[in-house]
């Protein structure tokens, strides 16, 4: 029992700040019930036959108690810090990977030291206190 995923599923942007290049990964899957929690981590395949692709795989915990069977969406994100990436590969253990292009943002988000506000990788205004 897994939830269901497609490419379409997934989008991978760019923000570039004053620190560095992040990509920002989000998904959502269909699964078979509420409750279940998704993350992204680092994934080594091996030799990575091209050096632009990031390998994530997709982990899934189904919920602890028992709940209603009613097929829910649920959303899974990861901000990674990289210069060069150019797609990310998602890997999952009972299927085959899928590849989602990282497209660049339009917008440049400017450290905090420069006098702008704080984002995070969304580009979004992020509370701070000092």
Same mark, same amino acid.
């Given at each position: 029992?897994?939830?269901?995923?497609? =490419? %379409? !599923?997934?989008?991978?942007?760019?923000? +570039?700040?004053?620190?560095? *290049?992040?990509?920002?990964?989000?998904?959502?899957?269909?699964?078979?019930?509420?409750?279940?929690?998704?993350?992204?981590?680092? =994934?080594?395949?091996?030799? $990575?036959?091209?050096?632009?692709?990031?390998?994530?795989?997709? %982990?899934?915990?189904?919920? %602890?108690?028992? $709940?209603? *069977?009613?097929?829910?969406?649920?959303?899974? +994100? =990861?901000?990674?810090?990289?210069?060069?990436?150019?797609?990310?590969?998602?890997?999952?253990?009972?299927? !085959?990977?899928? $590849? $989602?292009?990282?497209?660049?943002? =339009? %917008?440049?988000? /400017?450290?905090?030291?420069?006098?702008?506000?704080?984002?995070?990788?969304?580009? /979004?205004?992020?509370?701070?206190?000092?």
């Amino acid at each position: 029992m897994h939830c269901d995923f497609s =490419a %379409r !599923d997934f989008t991978a942007t760019t923000v +570039e700040t004053s620190e560095g *290049r992040l990509v920002h990964v989000i998904g959502s899957g269909l699964c078979p019930t509420g409750g279940w929690e998704l993350r992204l981590a680092a =994934a080594n395949p091996g030799v $990575v036959p091209h050096p632009g692709s990031l390998w994530l795989e997709l %982990r899934e915990t189904p919920p %602890r108690r028992r $709940v209603v *069977r009613e097929r829910t969406r649920t959303t899974v +994100e =990861a901000i990674i810090e990289d210069s060069e990436v150019s797609e990310i590969v998602i890997r999952f253990g009972w299927r !085959d990977p899928i $590849v $989602v292009p990282v497209r660049a943002t =339009a %917008r440049r988000v /400017r450290g905090a030291h420069q006098g702008s506000k704080r984002s995070d990788a969304a580009g /979004r205004a992020v509370a701070a206190s000092i």
